[in-house]
Structures are given as structure tokens and as C-alpha cells.
């Protein structure tokens, strides 16, 4: 097609282009859509502008014209291209400016054609949507500006939100109902959900664009096993992708192996994603993991523990773990053997050039970051129990000597973590370095201060080395989907220069055991037993790291890199899309990846709008009464009962406008609030800012040393974010429940972390 093309005439898209080909077919359908033609993406410029300027005569000479773009792949049910292409506004009426216009139209993408049409003069203009465009809920939702909505389109300004039945003096009821009605009109006409672009003028409603919504979320179907399943929160406060979702039954052997060594009264932990958020169900010893029924009394349990093969052979596992010292093996060899051989094999991942590598050579490193995470885990989960045995047995001996609650004991133990606070300690190496060169004010007004500060070489760029090495190679969220802290966009940047800006705090380290007014044994024995917690406190945060965000993100870079390699190949749009295939679909791509990824992108826009219930299957039942067990199974499953309590326990239902919830780290702090609710929202906190979040993971510790206070919707005493905020002197109010919904972005508040409450200023 070469000449000019009138819309009413219409034409099909490899020929007028999608945008003019939908407007065409709406206005042939009776929809007041603006007349106009189009010219065909082959259509010659010299012989087409006196074409032009008999329709700028026909048309009345408008006192402006608008010329877009309308390409073959714009506005299509797949892609809408949506800002892809060029669109030149308010053209004078003469056909050597239309004609430019027309040119530069055209040259912003291959077969573009330009579409051309009166510019309209609107009160109010704005986009509608047949389908909540964020939750997929069937209702008509309007955004409307004042004049016309370029701005709006573009990002740049912010329309006030209507649905179906509202109206106010701004956009009244009746054009509120007349847009629904046209847009639910229009849907049906394409024969989908639809994206309008609409304006109203003195004479009423027109439509200016019309495309299928491309990014509906949808609905996922769940198949959930019988049993309780319970939400967990507290590592996964939003859905997990499904590369994530994939490899989280590798671990049910690692928690089978774990739970059978040191004879505890489950079999092990499933974890599973139903519709991307993360449920874990606790299998039984004995029984089938959907069987149901109430908590038997101490006494039964008691009874059949001793009587039932399986459970007599956890009984004699957890007897043989003390009287071997287990706890203590596993505490010696960390120091002496795991530690040190997990820094230098996740340094040398960290060191890997990646790009050489063919992609059979990548899903082999794949396997062998799998087989490290799983070793890895096991670790974890080891050392998991002398530190609860040793924090237990200190917090039940000061609260049987002193009277102590459990929150208290456990803030006793503050300052013996020094993991917590090694981000934090790290960057003050780095700004004391740059101000013995004095280069704080260079590094300070760079627009890049890494760089700045990496340029004085010396002890600052050794020592900036060794904070990056260490604060940016870590995952900032359990899922292996979560970008590394150092790809955070601004974060790493901001800490240094919040840093450069603070003064060195040397935190001191003591407590008054109150214990003179007991009896010499009394005394001896909570001493004892505080030394013993303090000994094994450490190792909750020192081993989380090398055990589980270091080894995510050396996995992380070797599956973003076959990213690269299958969008190269056009297997997927973008490179994070590897992220929402499994690990399977990774190793061998599907021919529909993109489609895949495209869906499940839809399904976790529906999850996160519309979240699951806090279980699936009967309610829980009360956790078993072990105190009829023998002591040793008695000491270990007490502890993990008591630490499952303290740290697992899911977010509260909360009514309401208060935000209270537990005091988990002392003291007063009035501040701004600032909202984090995923690790991107990190880089906007600054100094003494109230950080409010569904739950800190532990990577996010590299943020505490600039904060002044947190609220966390999730979490309790023995929380990670818990324990580093006591290691930073900050307050800490947990489990408050609506702390992200109540709470404003901006708003001064004032965190009492003793009492467990969050006031507004």
C-alpha cells in the first residue's frame, strides 16, 4: 500500500499498523473515535504532501494536528509497545510540518506507519481500564487528569483514580459511567480486557486508543496437598519466583537428615509455593502427613514416644547427640573446618568469570552451586541447635532466678554478635581511611563516591574492597531472584555517603546480672549459663551469610548469565525473565519460554493482590507438650518449640488504627517513616530514618548502621532483624502486623522498643 489510507476505510495491520487498525475497526463499530488517515509505513513522503494537504483542507484546517505512531507490533494482544514509538503533539495544519512530523514518526521503529488526526481540546482526559489492571478484578478503573493525558501516559503525573459508581466535582458520576459504559463496550467489541486512551470535551466522550491489556494478572490455579500448611512470613513476606519455587524440595531432605540426627518429634519440614507465597507443612514421625486430629496431652505422648518403634529411635538419637556432645562437635568444627572452607569456596564463585563459559559449562556450575547451597543448609540447620540449646537454658534460668521474661534474657545477650554489626563496622574502616587522606569532602560531592573514594587508592580502596567484598556479594532477599546488594541501584552509594556523615559510635558491651541477692550455687550456675549462651550466640548471624545469601548469590550470577545467553537467542524478553522459569525449564528451554514467563508474571500480579489465607487445611493444632519426654528429647524439642515461638510465629490479624506489637530492642527514637517494602525502597532511607517493612531479610543489616529505628509487620525476639538491631543500639518494634498498611511514607513517628509501640508525631 502506498498512498493514503482514510481511517474510516481501515486496513489490516502489516498494512496501517495495530494502533490505527483497532481505531479504524472501533469507528466502523459506531465508537466516536477522532476521523483521520493513516500513512503506510511504505508509502513514499514526495508523492503523499499534496495528498496531506487536501486533507488538512477537507478536514476545516484544525488548528492542530497530533501524528503517532502505529506499528505492526504496537497495541497487540501480546505487546502493546506502549511508549515504544514516537508521538508528535500539537503539529501546525501545514503539510510540510505534518510531512516532518510524519518523518520523524516513522524513523523511531521499522514499518511504522503515522497516524494522523485533529488534536482535540479536552477538560479532562485519562486512561480506563474493563479489568483492575493490579488485581484482575472485573471492574471498569478510570484515571483522569486535567487537559490532556500525555503526561499521564508518560509517567510524569499522577490521575485521580475512579471506578464504577464514584464521581465527584472533578469527573462527575455521569462521566464516570458514560467512560465505563463505552470501555466494558469496547472489551466486548475486541473480544478482551482493554486499555483505553479517552477524552472529554465540550461535545462529550472520544476514544484516542484502544489495546488489550497484555499484563493481567491471572488467577493461578493451586493443587495444595492434604494437611496444614502454614504461611511463612517470616522468610518470604511476598511471592517467590518460580525458579525459587522450584528448588525448595531440595530441601526436605536436609531437614528429613536434620530433624532424624538429633531425634526431634517431626520428620522434617515441607516447604512449597502455592501461587508464589511459600506455605511449610511439619510431617509427622509417625502417620501420614494429611492425617488430622488434635495434639495429644503431655502424658500420651509421653507414653506412646516410648512405645512406638519410630519415636523410641528419636528418644535414643537425641540421648546419643548429648551423650556424644554433638553440640559441642558441631560447634568446634564450624571454627575449625566449615567456616573457613565455605569463605574460600564462595570467594573463588565470587572471583569466576562467567562469560567464557558455553551454557552446558553454565548448567553444570549450576549443579555444583546446588550441591554447596544444600551442604550449606545443613550447616545451617546444625549449628541452629547448640545456639538454641544455649540461649534456652540462659533465658529459662533467668527467668526461674531473676524473674526475667524471655524478651529481656534475650536483650541481655546483645553486643555478642558481632557478625550483626560487621557491615557496619566494615564501612567505618572505609570512611576512617578516607578521612585520614582527607578526602572526605571529594568523595563526598562526587556523583559516584565508590569511585571517588576507590580513587585515593591506598588503605581506602583496600579497605572499600574488603566492605564491598563482603556487604555487596550477598543476596538481598531469600529468593535467588532478589538482585545482590551491590546491584541495588543507589543503595551502596548511599550508605557511604550516610557514613561519611555520621560520627563513630564504639559500642560497649556489659550487664548486671542483678545476682547478688542469690544464693553462691544459685549465682554460679546463671553465670555458667550465661557464658554458655554468650558463646554460641554468635553463631546465629555469623553462619547465616556463608551458609545462605553468599552461596544464593553466587548461584544468582551463573543463572542471570544463562539469562543473557536465552535472551540473546530471543527465548525470552529480558534477562531477569530466566527468574521465572524452573530449574528444569532452565536447563532445558521450552520453545514457549516467553510465554510461560509472560503468564507467570500475570499469576504473581494476582497473588500479590489477592494473598492467601495465613494456613491451608484445618487450622494448626497447639504445638505438643514435651515435658513427659526423657530429658535429652526433651531439651532439644523444648528449644526448637520455644524458638519456633519466638521467630516463626505468623504476622497478627490486626484491627484497628494502633501500631503495637513487641518490643524487641530498647529505647526511643522519633523519626520519618519510611516504607521498604522490597529491597529497591533500601536506597530511598537516609539517616535516622523509621524503617517500616513486612520483615528485614538478613542481608538488609548493611542499612542498620544508618537507620535510627525499625517496625516490622512480622518476626519476634529471636528475629535476625531483631538481633541486629540490638547489635546496633537501635530500637525495634516486631510483629505489629499493619505497620505497612497504618503507617505513611513521610510521617513522623515516635518507636518506643521497650514498650512495643509505635505512635504518630
Not at 654 to 668: I, L
Not at 675 to 681: F, G, I, N, P, Y
Request: glycine letters at 10%; charged letters at 25%.
Amino acid at each position: 500500500m502506498t498512498g493514503l489510507v482514510s481511517l474510516g476505510e481501515g486496513g489490516s495491520v502489516p498494512e496501517i499498523g495495530g494502533k490505527a487498525a483497532t481505531l479504524a475497526r472501533l469507528l466502523n463499530l459506531g465508537e466516536r473515535v477522532p476521523p483521520g488517515i493513516v500513512i503506510p509505513a511504505g508509502a513514499d513522503p514526495v508523492t503523499i504532501g499534496a495528498d496531506v494537504a487536501r486533507w488538512l483542507a477537507a478536514a476545516g484546517h484544525p488548528d492542530r494536528v497530533a501524528v503517532r505512531s502505529s506499528a505492526p507490533d504496537e497495541d497487540g494482544a501480546v505487546r502493546s509497545m506502549a511508549g515504544a514509538y514516537r508521538t508528535e503533539l500539537d503539529v501546525l495544519p501545514d503539510a510540510a510540518g505534518v510531512m516532518e512530523a510524519v518523518r520523524r514518526v516513522r524513523l523511531s521503529g521499522p514499518s511504522v506507519a503515522a497516524l494522523i488526526q485533529p488534536m482535540l481540546s479536552p477538560s479532562r482526559a485519562g486512561v480506563a481500564f474493563s479489568a483492575d489492571p493490579l488485581t484482575g478484578d472485573s471492574v471498569v478503573v478510570i484515571e483522569a487528569v486535567e487537559g490532556l493525558a500525555d503526561r499521564l501516559m508518560a509517567g510524569e503525573e499522577t490521575g485521580r483514580r475512579y471506578t464504577e459508581s464514584d464521581g465527584d466535582e472533578f469527573f462527575t458520576r455521569h462521566q464516570v459511567d458514560t467512560v465505563a459504559t463505552t470501555v466494558r463496550r469496547i472489551a466486548e467489541h475486541l473480544g478482551c480486557d482493554v486499555d483505553v486512551e479517552w477524552a472529554w470535551c465540550d461535545d462529550g466522550l472520544w476514544i484516542l486508543q484502544a489495546r488489550p491489556i497484555t499484563a493481567l494478572p491471572i488467577q493461578p490455579e493451586l493443587d495444595i496437598p492434604g494437611g496444614t500448611w502454614e504461611k511463612d512470613v517470616t522468610h518470604s513476606p511476598r511471592p517467590v519466583s518460580p525458579l525459587m519455587a522450584s528448588l525448595l524440595p531440595r530441601m526436605d531432605a536436609v531437614m528429613a537428615d536434620w530433624t532424624s540426627q538429633w531425634g526431634m518429634m517431626i520428620a522434617g519440614l515441607e516447604s512449597r509455593s502455592f501461587g508464589g507465597e511459600v506455605y511449610n507443612r511439619a510431617l509427622p514421625p509417625i502417620g501420614k502427613p494429611e492425617a488430622t486430629g488434635p495434639t495429644p496431652p503431655w502424658w500420651l505422648l509421653a507414653i506412646v514416644a516410648r512405645a512406638l518403634p519410630p519415636l523410641r529411635r528419636r528418644l535414643r538419637a537425641a540421648a546419643q547427640a548429648e551423650r556424644t556432645g554433638l553440640a559441642e562437635e558441631v560447634v568446634a568444627r564450624w571454627h575449625t573446618e566449615w567456616r573457613g572452607q565455605l569463605a574460600v569456596e564462595i570467594e573463588s564463585w565470587r572471583q569466576q568469570e562467567l562469560q567464557p563459559a558455553a551454557f552446558l559449562e553454565l548448567v553444570g556450575m549450576g549443579h555444583e552451586l546446588l550441591d554447596l547451597m544444600d551442604r550449606a543448609a545443613m550447616i545451617h540447620f546444625e549449628l541452629f541447635v547448640p545456639y538454641l540449646l544455649g540461649v534456652h537454658r540462659w533465658v529459662e534460668d533467668a527467668k526461674k532466678l531473676l524473674g526475667w521474661d524471655d524478651a529481656r534474657s534475650i536483650a541481655a545477650l546483645a553486643g555478642h554478635s558481632p557478625a550483626s554489626s560487621e557491615p557496619t563496622r566494615l564501612m567505618t574502616e572505609v570512611v576512617r581511611a578516607i578521612r585520614e587522606t582527607g578526602g572526605v569532602e571529594s568523595v563526598r560531592a562526587s556523583a559516584n563516591p565508590l569511585a571517588a573514594a576507590a580513587e585515593l587508592g591506598g588503605e581506602v580502596a583496600q579497605a572499600l574492597e574488603r566492605w564491598e567484598a563482603v556487604v555487596g556479594f550477598r543476596l538481598s532477599d531469600y529468593d535467588i531472584a532478589a538482585p545482590l546488594v551491590s546491584e541495588i541501584p543507589g543503595l551502596m552509594s548511599s550508605l557511604l555517603r550516610a557514613a561519611l556523615d555520621a560520627s563513630d559510635v564504639d559500642a560497649t558491651v556489659g550487664i548486671d546480672l542483678d545476682a547478688a541477692h542469690l544464693a553462691p550455687e544459685d549465682r554460679s550456675r546463671l553465670e555458667r549459663s550465661f557464658a554458655a549462651a554468650t558463646a554460641v550466640f554468635p553463631l546465629r548471624e555469623e553462619n547465616v551469610h556463608l551458609t545462605s545469601s553468599m552461596p544464593g548469590a553466587a548461584l544468582r550470577r551463573v543463572i542471570a548469565e544463562i539469562g543473557s545467553r536465552l535472551a540473546a537467542d530471543g527465548l525470552i524478553d529480558r534477562v531477569d525473565d530466566v527468574f521465572y522459569l524452573t530449574w528444569d525449564e532452565i536447563q532445558r528451554p521450552p520453545v514457549d519460554a516467553a510465554n510461560l514467563v509472560r503468564r507467570r508474571l500475570a499469576e504473581e500480579a494476582w497473588t500479590a493482590a489477592h494473598p492467601g489465607p495465613p494456613f491451608h487445611g484445618p487450622p494448626p493444632g497447639a504445638p505438643p507438650d514435651v515435658r513427659g519426654l526423657p530429658g535429652p528429647a526433651r531439651r532439644i524439642n523444648g528449644a526448637l518449640l520455644w524458638a519456633m515461638q519466638h521467630e516463626l510465629a505468623a504476622r497478627p490479624e490486626v484491627t484497628g488504627e494502633a501500631v503495637r506489637g513487641t518490643g524487641c530492642s530498647a529505647g526511643v527514637h522519633v523519626g520519618r517513616v519510611r516504607l521498604v517494602r522490597t529491597e529497591a525502597d533500601l536506597s530511598r532511607l537516609e539517616p535516622g530514618d523509621v524503617m517500616v517493612c513486612p520483615i528485614a531479610t538478613t542481608a538488609w543489616s548493611v542499612v542498620f548502621g544508618m537507620i535510627g529505628a525499625i517496625v516490622c509487620d512480622g518476626g519476634g525476639v529471636l528475629s535476625h532483624t531483631a538481633i541486629v538491631a540490638r547489635e546496633h543500639g537501635i530500637p525495634a518494634v516486631m510483629g505489629v502486623g499493619n505497620g505497612t498498611t497504618k503507617l505513611v511514607d513521610g510521617e513522623i513517628v515516635r518507636v518506643d522498643g521497650t514498650r512495643g509501640t509505635v505512635e504518630k508525631v
